[in-house]
């Protein structure tokens, strides 16, 4: 099978360019995508930001590292949380909340783009294939978070 063949080849190779497209954007207002990224993650309400981390595919430490740079751009502020005191919360400031503005008008209008120059049924099925995908790869992880299931499999297999 070559690479071409391969389903990760592609998902990896389109999501870098993505990635490159944001950035390049990003960039012509003083941000990164990831910043803009987390800016529509956040909630009117706070976030809590261990639940940005999952959101974003990011390690702790970059996250957190983002963030004290979020905070000094003066896009965000953070503040422990009212009923639990041990969370911090993350909020947007009115300078990131119009930085979310642009970021959110960034992702529409390259979505777009790409609905502009796709047919309808291409992008339909373009969304079951990844919804198929989702569904494909969430019991793999599944599967692998039991390694009884996996050994009896194997056994199965070199029988």
Do not use: C
Request: aromatic content about 10%; overall charge positive; proline content about 4%.
């Amino acid at each position: 099978m070559n690479k071409e063949q391969l389903f990760e080849f592609h998902i990896r190779n389109n999501w870098f360019k993505i990635s490159r497209y944001y950035n390049q954007v990003a960039s012509q207002y003083n941000m990164s995508f990831s910043w803009g990224f987390i800016l529509l993650n956040i909630e009117k309400e706070g976030t809590p930001s261990t639940a940005l981390g999952p959101k974003m595919g990011m390690e702790p430490t970059s996250l957190s590292r983002t963030l004290k740079n979020m905070e000094a751009a003066d896009l965000i502020k953070r503040q422990a949380d009212k009923k639990d005191r041990r969370k911090s919360l993350v909020f947007l400031t009115p300078k990131g909340v119009e930085q979310r503005k642009m970021a959110r008008d960034v992702v529409l209008g390259f979505n777009q783009k790409v609905y502009d120059q796709l047919p309808k049924s291409k992008v339909k099925a373009f969304f079951e294939v990844m919804q198929q995908l989702d569904e494909i790869l969430s019991a793999m992880l599944e599967e692998n978070r039991n390694p009884e299931k996996q050994e009896k499999e194997l056994v199965k297999i070199n029988e």
